[in-house]
T-cell receptor, first 112, second 117 residues
Framework: DGGITQSPKYLFRKEGQNVTLSCEQNLNHDAMYWYRQDPGQGLRLIYYSQIVNDFQKGDIAEGYSVSREKKESFPLTVTSAQKNPTAFYLC???????????FGPGTRLLVL | QQQVKQSPQSLIVQKGGISIINCAYENTAFDYFPWYQQFPGKGPALLIAIRPDVSEKKEGRFTISFNKSAKQFSLHIMDSQPGDSATYFCAASANPHGSSNTGKLIFGQGTTLQVKP
């Protein structure tokens, strides 16, 4: 069954804690993306990666970090430097050079 | 210049009616315009997309109208159904074909559609 999986579905962060959101795809896509969604603001790009071991900052990268050690995996770490992390986080992927992005089911991050 | 402006923010339509959502952009390098549908608590799903070489694209009850000179595009949902109630996002990207660069999608702010039975 091909697709994009994100885990966990819900994640709780304590003050000063780093948390990592998982994103895995078995679509053989080259590019992967992380978006943040807040009510009424659409989707904003955090980081994206076009190839293994390479990634670029998006529009709101501060307080976040990523890695791309495998083609199918693109985890996002929300660091303690991100002061307002409560949001719905969406991972997406696409083939290199193609516009169409496919999204995962999302992870909702809440602060305790 | 990278923005995509979407309106209205919310829309209520009677079952069987036509839902119309509009988007406008400034960047003339944009060459791909998708619409995504998102249900609460789910990830967005691609609904329909258009490129500037055509003025209209239709898939079932969903139609994109594209006006290149006005730099506007819109989604029309014909015979709207309660199951269409969702948030709709327009987006745009500039992706040089044949290039190894993957175009970044710029999203509109979203429109929450409610179709009343």
């Amino acid at each position: 069954d091909g697709g994009i999986t994100q885990s966990p579905k819900y994640l709780f962060r304590k003050e000063g804690q780093n948390v990592t959101l998982s994103c895995e795809q078995n679509l053989n896509h080259d590019a992967m993306y992380w978006y943040r969604q807040d009510p009424g603001q659409g989707l904003r790009l955090i980081y994206y990666s076009q190839i293994v071991n390479d990634f670029q900052k998006g529009d709101i990268a501060e307080g976040y970090s990523v890695s791309r050690e495998k083609k199918e995996s693109f985890p996002l770490t929300v660091t303690s430097a991100q002061k307002n992390p409560t949001a719905f986080y969406l991972c997406a992927s696409s083939w290199e050079g193609y516009d169409t992005q496919y999204f995962g089911p999302g992870t909702r991050l809440l602060v305790l | 210049q990278q923005q995509v402006k979407q309106s209205p923010q919310s829309l209520i339509v009677q079952k069987g009616g036509i839902s119309i959502i509009n988007c406008a952009y400034e960047n003339t390098a944009f060459d791909y315009f998708p619409w995504y549908q998102q249900f609460p608590g789910k990830g967005p799903a691609l609904l329909i997309a258009i490129r500037p070489d055509v003025s209209e694209k239709k898939e079932g009850r969903f139609t994109i109208s594209f006006n290149k000179s006005a730099k506007q595009f819109s989604l029309h949902i014909m015979d709207s159904q309660p199951g269409d109630s969702a948030t709709y996002f327009c987006a745009a990207s500039a992706n040089p074909h044949g290039s190894s660069n993957t175009g970044k999608l710029i999203f509109g702010q979203g429109t929450t559609l409610q179709v009343k039975p």
